[in-house]
Structures are given as C-alpha cells and as structure tokens.
C-alpha cells in the first residue's frame, strides 16, 4: 500500500512537514496550497526537497468552486484552473484535487457539469496532468461520491477521474460496498480519515474533529477492503483536519499517522481475509486465509501478530523519596519482597499485585526522559507498566513495526530481559512473558530485603492489579488510543466526563476482552496540566509543563472490608469521604443501615447497576500517586464513575491545604 | 433584580464558590447537588456559610428521573425526594429543581404524570418547600416549557410551580411569549444561559457551550421582557455549563457572571421600553420611555448610559529597549513629538494616529501587573489602549459599575487625568474626551524630543488608526467579548478562524456601528500561549505562562503605495511575503501586470470583495509587536483574513530562525 499523507494535517512549514513526513517514512505528500503560497519555497525548491527527501508529490490541493457555473464564471475558473496546472508542472506533480463546488454553484444541472468538467478535463490533457474530482458531504449538488463517479463516467476522458475521501462518505453514512464496481482506471485517488461519531454539522465536524485511523469510530478497514477489491492501487493518503494536530509537535504527529496507515493496512487485510468478495462465492471462502490478498492488485504488508495481553506483570513507581511509598504499600498490605540484585529498585507485592518501586532520583529520571519534561518535575510518578503477553518477542516486533520508540534497558547477567517502548504519555511500556499461575520469574532476582509477617503475605492471595490510570498530555491524547490499539489490541470504550473542581476530566477506558487489562487514560483539565502559576517544584525550572493530575494503580481484591480494616489497622491514611456522600448513597440505593455504616467507618465507596456491585476506597496520595482498592461484585464491569467526582474534590481540597470543618 | 448563580458554573469547592459569589455581588446562589456531595461541610455548615456571606440559598437541584413511571420506581423516588427535603430542611432551603424525566420515564401520559407531579408536591407540602418543574429541551415526553407549565396547572398545588431555563427555551427556538401569559405564582423559578448559535445536539451543547448573557446569540433581553410582564419577581439565576468556566479563577468567573446579568437587565429594561406590551395598545406606546418600567412588580436597575466610543485616541506600546520601536515607527512616517514632561514615556504621530512608547522597565511592569504575569515576560507588547468617548466620566461610570477593575492613574498638575480600567487580558483601557477635529489635548504634555523632518509630518494628515489586535488568554475569551460589548456598546461580529503554523487562530471582531472603533481580539492556539519548551526569556522564571502570540495596532492612511515607498526609502524592515503569494494572488483576481508588480516590490498584501478593495503591510515584529498600514478602498470592511495564514506562516519562519532559500 502506498501511503500518503495531506501537508494540512500538520503543524509548521511547509519544509518541516516535508522533513517530518520524510522521517515518518510516508511514500508521499499530498501539497495543500496554502502551505505553498505562504512559504518562501519556490515550487522548484519544493520538488528538489522532495526529491531529496524520497517523497512523492502526489496531489496538489484543493481546486474549489468550479463546476455549475454560468459561463463568465467557467472562464475565469478555467483561466485559474490555468494557472495552477502551470505551477504543477513546475512542481512536477500530475494530479489535482478539485472539489465539488459549495460556494458559487448556481445551476443545477448534470448536463452542464458534465461539459464543465469536461473542458477542465481537456486543459488539463493540454498540460499533460489529471484532474481527481471529490464530492463533498456539503457539496452544493455534488454531495455523494457515486454521483461524482457517475459524471466522471459520462465525461469519460483519460485526464478527469475520481476521489473517494472516506470522510465524505461515512460521516454521511452511504453504502461504500457501490466502490466496488468503480473501474479502477477512473479512481485517481483515496483519501482516508477517521473521526468520532458526533452529532454536529458535518462541516465543523469535518474541519476541526477528523483524526487518524483507528482513533475514530468509522469502518475505514471496510471502505478500504471495498476500494481494493475495486483494483485501486494508487496511494491511500492522510486527510485530517483537527484543531489538536495542526498545533502538536509535527515529528510526532507524523509519525502517529504513519501509525494509523499501517495499523489500517493490517486491518483492511483483515477485513479482506473475514469477508470474501460476494460475486467469487465458494471458491472466494475457500481461498480464505492469507493467500486471498494476493488476487487484489495492491499489496497489503501484514505485521507481527497481534494478541491482547493476559493481565499486567506489574506496574512502576519512580520516587526520589520512597519512603511515603513504602509506608502506603506496607498499610495496604503489600510485602515487600526486597531489593534488586543489580539495580536501585523494590519489589512489592501483594498476591500476583506486583509494584516496583524505582528509587531513581528525580533528576537523573528528568535528564534521562528528553521526551518527558514533565517527569522531572513529579517526584513521584507512574514510569512503567508491565503486561504479560504470550510472545514478548512478536509483540516488541509488532511494536516497533507500528513506530512505537524502543526503550533501552541494560541486562545483567542471569537477569530477565524485557522488551519496552515509550508510550506516548512517556510511560515505559514492557511486554513479558506471562505465566498461568500468575507468577514472574525475574521477581527472583530479587530477594534481600527484611521479612514480612506471613500473616500479612497471606493476606490477598488472589490480588491483582485491576486496572491502571495514566494522565494524558493534551497533544497525546487521539495518539494514546491508536497507540494502545494498534500495538498492545486493546479496544477503547466509549468514553465518560467527569466532574473535578479544576475542570472536567475525559476518562477513556481501554480494555481486554476478557478484562485481564484495563487501561484507563485519563485527559485532565488544562491548569491540571500545567501546575499553578507562579509555583515551585524541585526541578521545575525550564522543565515546561508541570503535572498535577494524579494518577494511581487499583487493585483487586476479594473481600475490601477486610482488606481495608487491615489497613485501617496498620494505620493506612484513606482518602476521606465526606458525610454528605453517604446520605446521598442512601437516598439512591436505599442501603442496609449497617452496611452503610461499614461503608462509612472505612471510608468505602459504593456503586451499584445491573450488572453488578463495586466497592472501592482510595489512599492518600504521594507525589502524584495514589492507590485505589477494588472489589467488583458479580458482573460489575465500570470504575465507580459516580463517586469520581468525590474523590475529584477530595484530592483537590487536600491540594490546595483548605480548611475544613468536618 | 435578584440575581443569583449555580455553583455548577464555577470551579473550586463549594466553599470558594460561595466566597466569590459573595464577592462578585451575587444576591444568592443555586447548590448543584454534587458539589454539596463532595463537599465536607456539612448542611448546617452551609447555612453558616451563606448566612455569614449574606447569600440567599435559593435552589437545590437537580432532581432528576421522577415522572412518568411505573408505581414501584415512583416509590423509590418518592423515598428519594423525602431524603432531599428533608437535606434541605437543614440547609434552610425553600425550593427544589425537578427536571423533566429523561431517562427512566416509560409511560407517556399527563393524566398519570399530574398525579406523580400532585403526590410530590404534597411530600414537597409536609416539609414546607416547593418543586419547582423543569421541561428540559432532551426531556423524553416532556421537552417544552409551555408543557411542563399546563401539567403544573392541572396539579394545582400550591407546592408546584415551574423553573424557566432560556437554554432549554431557545435552544429549541420556542416562541417565548407565551410566557406573558404565564400565573406569575407559578413561576417559581427563572435560570438564564447563553450560547453561540451551534448545529450539534442539543444535550452536548447544553453541557458544554453554554455561556454568561451578552457572550452568545440568544434573544435574552426579549425572553426576559416577556418574563417580567409576566409578573416574575424571583431569583434570576446563571445556570451555565461550560467547560472553560469549569476551570478557570473562581473569582474572575463569578466576576464574569455576576457583569452579565448587570448587562441583562439593563437590556432587558430597554427592550421593554422599544416594546410596550401589545394588550396596552396605545397607552402603552404613550408611557413608553423610563417611567414604562415602573408598571411591573420586577425593578430592573439602571446603569450610567452606555455610547459607542468614536475613536481610538491612541496606542501605548510598553517596551525595556524602545530603540526598536522608535525605528520602526521612524520609518513608517511617525513623527516624534517628544517626550512626557514627568513620565518615561514618548509620544509618536502620523495625522491623528498616536502611539505612546512606555519606557517602563520589563521587570517593574512585571511586579506591577500582578494580574497579568505574562506581561513580565514579554520585553515589548501592547499596554494601553485610549478610546475617544463623549464622556469619559459617564463611561467610566459605567464600566465600575459592570465591576471593570479600576487602574489607577497617577497625575501631576496640570496633567490630563484618564479613566481608566483593565481589559480581562490586562490590556489597560484608558477613556479620553474626544475632540470634533481629532486632536487630542493632553498631548500638549510632551515635546522636549527633537524635531522630525517637515515632510515627513505632513506625509499622512488623515491617518488614523485603523484597528488594534490583542492576543486574548484562552481562559477569558468570553469574557474579553461580554467586557467589551458591555463596558463599550462594541459589538462581537461572527468569528472567523485563521490557520497559522502553529494551530487555528479563532478571530473575534468588535465594532462600533461606524467603525471608529475595531477592535480585533485573537485567541492564540495553546502552544502560542504557553511559549516554546524550555525556551529561556528574560524575566520568564517563575512568571507562569508566556505569550508567543504577537499583537499589532493597524493604522489607515489614504495612499498605501506611496507610504509604503517612503518607509521603504527610510529602510523599513517589511514582513517579506513569499513569491508563491503573488502568483497565486494573481490566479485568483487576474490584477494588473503593473499593479501586481508594485504589491511584489513593497510586500504589499491585497484582498477585494464584493464591497471593494484592502491593501496592507506588515513591519517586522519587536518583541511580541509590530505594526500594519491599511488602505480601505470603498466600502471594504474586512481585515485581509485571506492574507492573515501567509502572515502567520513568515512571522513563525522568523521566529524559529529556519534557513530560506528565496
């Protein structure tokens, strides 16, 4: 497949797009012209770049308001239209967008488009270069792309074809099975963008709201199946307007729409592979299976095989100061299991809970971390998370296919060696080997620390960690999805707004299908991101933003009263929930008085639906960790979206050193 | 007019709520129930509270999912509602929202939703409060105010009424008249939202996007009109979700909010004056004018008469190292007219554009805007901005009274004494008695400088200054457009959004009705606002955010060509526009070889519309400043918003010092 992207999608100059796209290793470009007219570049300066850098000039882009004019109008279209076929052929390009028309359309009538186009059609014969016509959503007549296709037909030259941009056509949900039957000759190109399903105006939503592949809801991996049974085999090019992107750092955002085209390559196989082209019948299901690609004129890369992960292996706290870590850990429970032998790290762990405690210094973790700024200033921060997989060779493989940047980690000799890479919120992300019974083999390269009472390694046996919840960088947010979609397969749920005093916070649930992973990433209010004006943190100087949204490690367990009573005995310091919220838990789920009094004395939250029950409390936090303890009766499949507000507030009022009068 | 306010508006915790609604002047407040959930006051504490603070509790709510449903639920939520009111029994509250059902109504029938309606309002009865009912615009049976209105009339009791949300009213662009007609005993409750005219659905508009009277488009002044003709005389109460406000200074917002409905009511008293009541026919039209108001039981409070400025008077420009800016200003054809006789500030002219150069050194400006700590960082940007007005008493007057914070202005004898306020950007805005010829008194305080040149005075007599553009913090857009209409009579003109390297950058507009005054406020994309990572400025430590975002003040003059020839003989370092700008200007307009050419040699910029002609320049920029020349030819009333991305695009190349290659 080969792959493109529109200049438009990113931020900067035209030149750093291009370097950026370059590095990113897209086979094209499509050239907005905007990005052409405001740059200093000469059009034969910008066909050397990207001649030098190996890109392609696929497209040039947009030609607007054309068609279903009056004829004064058609001439000075024609004589613009001119114009610009000149400036291609400077920039050595052969293929112009031109976009069914909005603005000036005043006649509607098939006849004369067709005639229109075609006298555009004929100029561009002259100049030796193509024209690809798209029919927008809002188009003023033109609006469906089978209708674009069918004046296309009826102008039938060599120089007039098509462009099927996937947004145009799914956000107005048309059939896309009807490509299939295009003559692929008259297909001159494809655009694809994803987007959320939202109910707006489907221009806004268009201009500010598109996103890459996989970070959206639309069925591109079905679109794209249907435009390569049509026998296109033209590049399949990036065109994404989003308000987020066209301000983000544009290396990376290249490379996370690299991402998004090989993730949907692999995913229009996929779709190929599970549905059979309809006319082929029986000998098509037969073929089923890999060797079904191959009878389509474009090829399909395929990746390393993806397998969701069967639990975490552990998460990682960094702190320069552990101790407000160890005692939390110790009050919950937890063992600890001693010292590496090699490295300045703690193993503590709780049935197959398992946390590691890297005494790192903060500055050295800042200084290590270019990408991460923000990590110098947190003393104490979730750095990594491990996830058990059945191969951590493929995946690491998959990964780094999918651009995900590998993280370097010494070996010792006799030490298990993990496969990691950078998450784009900078959390270290490492793939291990997991075992049935829950086990980890390195946890024996640790192993010299004081002992634990048994009675308090037996406490949990059953523990797990339940689920991890990371803050987002606003820029990294759509990333983050795709990122943990396309290279760790897990599946975002529809996502929720929680309330907090400094804002609403975005909540995105990724998940396992079995639930042995959930991941929740969390996209705090903006102040959140950047610390209060004018404060000082170690650290915090020339860092950049600064992190005060808290993020936190929940565990499972079988019995929380229990557990919390344990560590309410061990002196824990719980997260305190105000009275109110207990009247109000009565008021809404009329619960048995003694067990609202358990709920209350231990500082418990409660949430109930009809799948089930959830109790859970939280801890106090250190640095920017907390803990959260959970137990999910029956079915229970949620986080206590309910009570997050509460504990929103709660954070924030000890934050800020309010008084209060409870 | 009583005023009051949702706590759902702000940010913080309930107690920081209270404090700046008690601040900002708030007669009293709505507890939204989760903030009194996650709050550890406990009720009795809140009674205090707003006792102590003199802030009626006026509503509690939301109650929500309570008709049209099967008996067994009705008892749950009648069980629910006790425990409400009995809760507000300890907080002393009188009255209840209860929202049109959306989620769990299953039976659509009034007969069966006026008996629940009747068995609440009678547990409403026993503990002495009131229901006040609710159609919300998504409500499942119930989504029309004249609606949940009937049903209160058919329940009767003296314990039910209705709450008016404008919101849910004009969201749906219900006619609001019939409102008139309404038993004002009935009308237990009125809250008041704007918003800006969105096509999404209604319940994500409604969370998200609303905003404080005078900041959206909803006809408010009509819809209060008919309500106190009515006969209304409760609580008019903000109820504005809004994801900005929910994170932005407490304080500041309750400020923002309680300016928004001094506006309304100044609004809403002047549009029962241009409307008498139509049952009153011709009598009514006679006792139209002041005295009309006095006929209805709600008293709208007048403020100092508000007149549209006729001018700007001057710019001052706040910079540590002037000698950049004097050069720049030189060579566009300023005149020095010397400097104050007490303060280190410079006076420059071109006809009646002035620009103060305000000598003030970067750090001390710093210490002194504790408002504005970005200002620190910035070694020159715009400080002041002069408006003529008729009477800066009267306007000054007015603007304390929409709670404008004053800045005090130090004088010496003899000394012209302004009016003056801050901009919610800190932008200083001064009030000056204009002059019929545009001459300006106080500028009679300077002239110890050197002398200019004769003809270099005489180069522009008609110049004026054309309109001034003022980077707005992301956090106070909303309150930039509300401040300015309010406080000014300038008038917000539909937005427009302009790509830069760095991101969208959303243009408001503000006019006086014969476009003395434009005043353009820019909302910078994120990055812009914050500064580049680990970028290091002078005086940047440690002052929070730093702006990248650069500002301009525009001036018109009658012959751009020939100004621009004289500022380029003096040596003028123009903003150069790319060569791709003027082979794309000319697809676009087919101009003039000759006149094409002279806008290549001056790095001219044009645009044309339907109504006429735009020429203009940019300087380079000195700090985060610099300057354009304008030429309006006929009725031309735009700003060149085509030509604003190539601007954007040469200023981000020079700031990042990237190599070109023309």
């Known amino acids: 497949m080969r792959t493109g992207i529109a200049t438009v999608c990113l931020a900067g100059t035209l030149r750093e797009k291009m370097q950026a796209c370059a590095v990113a290793g897209f086979d094209g470009i499509e050239i907005f012209e905007q990005d052409l007219v405001t740059s200093p570049l000469s059009p034969e300066d910008v066909r050397k770049l990207a001649a030098d850098l190996g890109l392609n000039l696929d497209l040039y882009q947009p030609f607007r308001d054309f068609d279903s004019v009056p004829e004064d109008l058609l001439a000075a279209n024609l004589r613009r239209a001119d114009a610009k076929f000149r400036l291609m052929s ?48 809002w188009g003023k007549y033109v609006n469906d792309y089978e209708d674009a296709h069918r004046l296309v037909d009826m102008v039938d030259h060599p120089n007039l074809g098509t462009c099927l941009d996937s947004f145009h056509i799914l956000s107005r949900d048309w059939d896309t099975a009807p490509i299939e039957a295009f003559n692929p000759e008259k297909i001159f190109f494809v655009q694809v963008a994803d987007a959320p399903k939202l109910s707006m105006d489907v221009l806004s939503w268009s201009r500010h709201y598109r996103v890459f592949p996989g970070e959206g809801q639309f069925e591109l991996a079905k679109f794209m199946g249907h435009v390569v049974r049509a026998g296109y085999t033209g590049p399949v090019s990036l065109e994404v307007f989003n308000d987020v992107f066209r301000q983000s750092d544009v290396e990376r955002t290249a490379v996370d729409a690299m991402r998004s085209l090989i993730w949907l390559e692999e995913q229009s196989a996929a779709w190929l592979e599970a549905n059979p082209a309809p006319a082929e019948g029986e000998e098509a299901s037969k073929a089923a299976g890999p060797a079904a690609r191959r009878r389509y004129p474009m090829e399909l890369a395929t990746l390393p095989r993806v397998a969701e992960p069967a639990g975490f292996n552990f998460a990682e706290v960094r702190a320069g100061d552990t101790a407000g870590l160890e005692t939390l850990l110790g009050q919950l429970g937890f063992a600890f299991n001693g ?145 943990y979609t396309s290279a760790l397969a897990l599946e975002p749920q529809p996502f929720a707004e929680v309330a907090s005093p400094t804002g609403l916070v975005r909540s995105q649930v990724m998940l396992t299908q079995d639930r042995g992973v959930r991941l929740v990433l969390n996209l705090a209010p903006l102040l959140q991101q950047e610390g209060p004006t004018g404060a000082s943190e170690p650290g915090a100087s020339g860092t950049g933003h600064r992190r005060t949204y808290q993020e936190h490690v929940a565990f499972a367990v079988d019995d929380l009263v229990a557990t919390a009573r344990a560590a309410r005995d061990r002196g824990l310091d719980f997260l305190r929930i105000p009275a109110n919220y207990y009247e109000d838990l009565d008021a809404r789920f009329e619960l048995e008085p003694e067990f609202l009094a358990t709920l209350r004395e231990l500082n418990l939250l409660y949430d109930r639906d009809a799948d089930g029950e959830f109790l859970h409390f939280y801890t106090a936090t250190v640095g920017s960790v907390f803990f959260e303890m959970v137990e999910r009766r029956g079915a229970y499949d949620g986080y206590g979206a309910p009570n997050a507000p509460v504990r929103h507030a709660v954070q924030y009022d000890h934050l800020h050193h309010l008084t209060r009068t409870s």
């Open 90 to 137: 400077r920039l050595g390009m052969d293929t112009m967008l031109l976009c069914s028309n909005v603005g000036t359309a005043t006649i509607d009538d098939d006849d004369l488009r067709a005639t229109q186009l075609s006298r555009l059609a004929h100029l561009a014969g002259e100049h030796g270069v193509k024209v690809a016509y798209e029919a927008l959503a």
């Open 339 to 483: 010292r590496h032998r090699t490295k300045d790290v703690q193993l503590w762990t709780m049935g197959h809970a398992r946390v590691i405690i890297n005494e790192e210094p903060a500055t050295a973790a800042g200084a290590a971390l270019q990408q991460a700024p923000a990590a110098a200033a947190i003393s104490v921060a979730i750095s990594a998370v491990g996830f058990d997989v059945d191969s951590p060779v493929i995946a690491a493989a998959r990964a780094q296919q999918l651009k995900a940047p590998a993280v370097p980690r010494k070996s010792q000799a006799n030490e298990e060696v993990f496969q990691g890479f950078a998450a784009p919120d900078s959390t270290e992300i490492f793939l291990c080997q997991g075992s049935p019974d829950g086990t980890a083999a390195w946890t024996r390269e640790f192993g010299d620390g004081p002992g634990v009472p048994a009675e308090d390694r037996a406490g949990n046996p059953g523990a797990v960690i339940d689920h991890v919840n990371l803050a987002q960088p606003w820029q990294h947010f759509d990333e983050a999805v795709l990122f």
